[in-house]
């Protein structure tokens, strides 16, 4: 087989599973929820329309689901008059229709804000109102006695309590009264049917976001517009980039501001395009803030009033705890902002690490190993380096230990100096602190969608060691002996003693798992991300730990990270693995076998029809 088969095949084995027949019966079964706009409803079936396999025929089947589906007989029953009827055409008919009904309701004054304190035009031969419901000096409403609802709150014109800013005895002249028919009642309207939890106007170009979800909080603030004062219940919406006010709330208080004209355009969820009539600053204020000036778009459509996340904060009716601005900064800049922390040698700031050994231990000299003439200069070069950095010092007395070293060429090709310490290995007393699996990293990962992994730069050398270990640590080279300062490569006891060094500096940080020297931080959005990348590298910074700036993988939506590719849908083998297994050579003895079968067995725990998925 070859590798794109593999790959293809484990992609199959981990793709969820469809039942066509059960995903066909709720797309046929989809019909428009009273009160659901046409564009969510076109929307739910394109979504149910994605897993039923239809091909080329999903717009057809998706057009006959609207004309059957759709709550107006008479609009239902012009589609069926139309001939040669597409998918793009009935679309354009049911968004006309539903346009229209809105504008129609709008000139005939049907609609009504949620506007706090008011006050209804009684005349004067009207009967005399009962004792079981009267119109309250307190808050402008009919209630019975005893269930005001503006007892305890606190007016926002004087900061007294027990009555609304409408009814407020100090100034009251200033407050606008809005005088309604006395059939008219206070409404709620849904910016978006509660059946779509997540519409999103997406922001592209010109475009903001302005996301709507169904689990809101809502809040009464004053607005002051040319000098009329009035109370609005405005969603508070912590996912939107701008403040919505609904043009039909303006007419209702008999206001006619001046707009100020604007270029952006609102495009929702399902291509509805939503232009706004233009903005105005409006002065807002709540029980603790006074006369703060915000910029509202004014819309003509039936909506809540919204306010965004900016005003949110202005206004102080929700607080940024531990966040970072979202300035979607590259990878360089990044590095950039934080070039200390990508630079240089770093340290654990824990005490210097004691190599305990068993009291039976007998110290062993190795003979020095011939290095190749070829390698030598690079040798030297790279031991006056290290030895600069404090890695390693230079040894002139006699020792107990000397260990043999081993040079590895990196793919940069300069050297990674390890030791062959066999036989101390076997005499070294170790904590054995646990190591998280691979499983249990990627099941806390689950649903996580953003993710970045640092790397701490030559990872074990963060780990000090004192004195007598550091001795224990010498090596034979064609230059001398030298010692190891820092925790060398080789050491039996070094993962065990790194992990847990690691995971006390950043393990208490939410988000964040670490698996030897790789830290992955993964956020349910960029916002979360964002702000577990900035307390990472902040603790970073205040510890003197460096990352290396190479190995950065920054701000994705799929990482490699434990020897899988993670997601937000899951995991999938790294294809460098699988691409390795595919091109080695058939094994020709039993060494090679091993071989073979240890890569394999790397994948098999995740997925254990590997065997199956290789051979057939």
């Known amino acids: 087989k070859n590798y794109s088969e593999v790959l293809k095949k484990f992609e199959e084995y981990c793709s969820p599973r469809q039942n066509v027949v059960y995903e066909r019966y709720k797309f046929f079964s989809c019909v428009q929820q009273e009160g659901q706009a046409i564009e969510c409803y076109v929307t739910q079936l394109k979504t149910l329309a994605s897993t039923c396999e239809f091909d080329e025929q999903e717009n057809g089947l998706i057009r006959d689901r609207i004309v059957l589906g759709i709550r107006d007989n008479g609009l239902k029953e012009r589609l069926l ?168 709330v303006l007419n209702i208080v008999k206001v006619k501001p001046k707009l100020s004209e604007t270029n952006l355009s609102l495009t929702a969820y399902g291509n509805f395009k939503l232009k706004p009539e233009g903005t105005i600053i409006i002065n807002c204020s709540t029980s603790k803030l006074k006369n703060i000036p915000l910029q509202f ?54 005490e210097p690490y004691h190599i305990t050994l068993k009291d039976n231990a007998i110290p062993v000299i190795h003979p020095p190993r011939r290095v190749p003439q070829a390698l030598q200069p690079k040798l030297k070069e790279t031991l006056d380096k290290l030895e600069k950095e ?31 310490p066999r036989d101390l290995n076997k005499v070294i007393k170790r904590e054995h602190y646990q190591i998280p699996s691979a499983d249990d990293i990627i099941s806390r990962l689950e649903g996580k969608k953003i993710f970045s992994v640092v790397d701490l730069k030559d990872g074990f050398w963060h780990v000090p060691l004192d004195e007598v270990s550091s001795e224990i640590c010498t090596f034979n080279t064609p230059f001398g002996r030298y010692k190891f300062n820092k925790m060398p490569f080789g050491i039996a006891s070094a993962p065990e003693i790194f992990q847990k060094r690691n995971q006390k500096l950043f393990g208490d940080i939410e988000g964040v798992e670490i698996y030897f020297d790789d830290i992955i931080v993964a956020g349910n959005d960029e916002a979360s991300h964002d702000a577990i990348m900035s307390k990472v590298l902040e603790r970073a910074r205040s510890v003197n730990i460096k990352f290396n700036p190479d190995k950065l993988q920054y701000r994705v939506s799929e990482v490699k990270y434990v020897g899988q590719i993670i997601s937000k849908s899951g995991i999938k083998p790294d294809p460098d693995h699988i691409k390795a297994i595919v091109e080695m050579p058939t094994p020709k003895s039993k060494t090679e076998v091993r071989r073979l079968l240890g890569m394999i067995n790397f994948l098999s725990n995740s997925y254990p029809m590997y065997l199956k998925l290789l051979l057939h």
């Open 390 to 420: 404090k890695i390693v010092s230079k040894v002139n007395k006699p020792t107990d230990w000397v260990q043999s070293l081993v040079i590895v060429e990196k793919p940069n090709g300069n050297l990674r100096l390890c030791l062959d």
């Open 297 to 350: 778009y004014v819309v003509n459509v039936k909506s809540k009033p919204i306010l965004g996340l900016k005003g949110c904060l202005e206004l102080k009716l929700i607080e940024r705890i531990d966040a970072i601005e979202c300035s979607k900064i590259s990878k360089n800049e990044l590095i950039k902002q934080y070039k200390d922390v990508f630079t240089g040698t770093g340290e654990f700031p824990d």
């Open 81 to 248: 008059r139309e001939s040669g009827l597409g998918l793009e055409k009935a679309i354009e008919i049911v968004r006309a229709a539903e346009t229209s009904r809105e504008q129609l309701r709008s000139m005939k004054e049907e609609t009504a804000a949620t506007v706090n304190s008011v006050k209804r035009n009684r005349r004067q031969n009207q009967p005399k109102q009962s004792s079981q419901d009267y119109e309250c000096k307190k808050c402008g409403r009919k209630h019975k006695p005893r269930e005001c609802p503006a007892y305890g709150k606190v007016c926002t014109k004087c900061n007294k309590k027990n009555h609304f800013a409408v009814k407020c005895f100090q100034n009251s002249k200033n407050i606008h009264e809005m005088k309604v028919p006395e059939n008219e009642l206070e409404i709620y309207i849904d910016s978006v049917t509660e059946k779509v939890q997540e519409n999103e106007l997406n922001s592209d170009s010109m475009n903001k976001n302005v996301e709507i979800v169904s689990e809101t909080w809502y809040k009464s603030v004053t607005l002051n517009v040319n000098d009329k004062y009035f109370e609005v219940d405005f969603k508070l919406d912590t996912g939107a980039e701008v403040n919505i006010l609904p043009l039909y």
